[in-house]
């Protein structure tokens, strides 16, 4: 007997990316993203534009994404939505427009929690690509959390370790801006320190009990090294910023493999799969296959398209949920700080 098809539209917008995706089962039919581009010139999101900019983007997001699908609205059996953590503003947003649509077409309604979308995006069915076997580690890197999470389940997660101040994409950001690099600065850190030394310069990675993160500190020292150096030298961004690049990169990625060391000794469990836009980081991938090869993890590493925030990791937990008929009440409400 054939599978009953399920379709499920996803919404996200946690931040400053409107983005509908429409799943049936567990593939994805189509995965829209409209970006923001209007807060480069910020150097940062502003809440308030955020939300504007998700009110404008929302319906032909949506309108897109199931055109892409090949689908009409009215073949759709759940709508799922980021219920949080995020921009209050921007939940908003995409929480009032998923409870019109599917009041409207009288079809469940199932919150999804944005971090544990970016771990579950693992589980969209790809050709080629392995799923992790439960349980596993999942490290969430992003501008806004840095998370090591044990997965005994879909739904059965434990936070073994999280920032206790800046996210690692905030460490990206702000070391950039230090350095006179545009928003978002990450990837071009990233690109820089391909052609650049690692050994460079030292930089001391925070010492922090157990399996928290601290990148506050790696923060103020990058910004008091550069402060001295330019003082001696003004060209001396420009003439190393190559070098400097990697050098902020192999500390931030010290500090997340050290902490990954230890979960595994902690706990056991050699299956390691990572999330969050920072994952696209290639030093973060190269360190994690290398580890893969001294140490005996299995790893697993999403797609580009499903690492930053985008709408197929919120239909993916929709998906699982709608099997579970585990559906939301219409007062369902968005919060800006949800735990997983």
């Known amino acids: 007997m054939a599978k009953e098809n399920i379709y ?46 998700h009110q404008s983007n929302i319906v032909p997001v949506v309108d897109q994404a199931l055109e892409k699908a090949g689908i009409s609205k009215k073949q759709l059996q759940a709508i799922a939505f980021t219920r949080g953590p995020g921009l209050m503003g921007s939940l908003l947003v995409g929480t009032s427009f998923a409870k019109s649509l599917a009041y409207g077409l009288d079809i469940p309604l199932i919150d999804v929690n944005h971090m544990q979308g970016h771990i579950l995006a693992h589980f969209i069915e790809e050709d080629g690509y392995t799923k992790p076997p439960f349980p596993f580690l999942a490290m969430t890197i992003s501008g806004g959390h840095t998370q090591i999470v044990k997965v005994n389940n879909y739904f059965d997660m434990e936070v073994i370790g ?16 230090i350095l ?28 922090v009990e157990g399996l928290n993160f601290s990148f506050s500190g790696l923060k103020t020292a990058i910004l008091y090294f550069v402060q001295r150096e330019t003082k ?20 931030i990625i010290g500090i997340l493999m050290d902490k990954l060391k230890l979960a595994v000794k902690e706990t056991g469990i050699t299956h390691i799969a990572i999330g969050g836009g920072v994952s696209a980081n290639s030093g973060i991938r190269i360190a994690l296959k290398n580890a893969e090869q001294k140490f005996g993890w299995i790893t697993y590493i999403p797609k580009f398209e499903y690492t930053t925030d985008n709408a197929a990791m919120i239909a993916i937990v929709g998906y699982l949920k709608y099997l579970e008929k585990d559906f939301s009440d219409f007062d369902v409400m968005a919060t800006a700080r949800l735990k997983i």
């Open 8 to 53: 499920i539209l996803g919404i996200e917008s946690s931040c400053d990316d409107t983005s509908a995706a429409v799943l049936c089962n567990d593939s994805i039919l189509s995965n829209v993203v409209a970006s923001q581009k209007i807060h480069e010139e910020y150097g940062g999101v502003v809440p308030e534009l955020a939300s504007r900019a």
């Open 162 to 177: 999280e920032t206790i101040d800046d996210a690692v994409g905030e460490a990206y950001d702000k070391s950039g801006k």
């Open 180 to 207: 006179g690099l545009g928003y978002p600065a990450g990837p071009q850190i990233d690109q820089l320190a391909q052609k650049g030394n690692p050994k460079a310069y030292k930089f001391t990675k925070p010492k």
């Open 232 to 251: 001696a030298n003004p060209d001396f961004v420009k003439d190393n910023l190559a070098d400097i690049c990697a050098s902020i990169q192999y500390t």
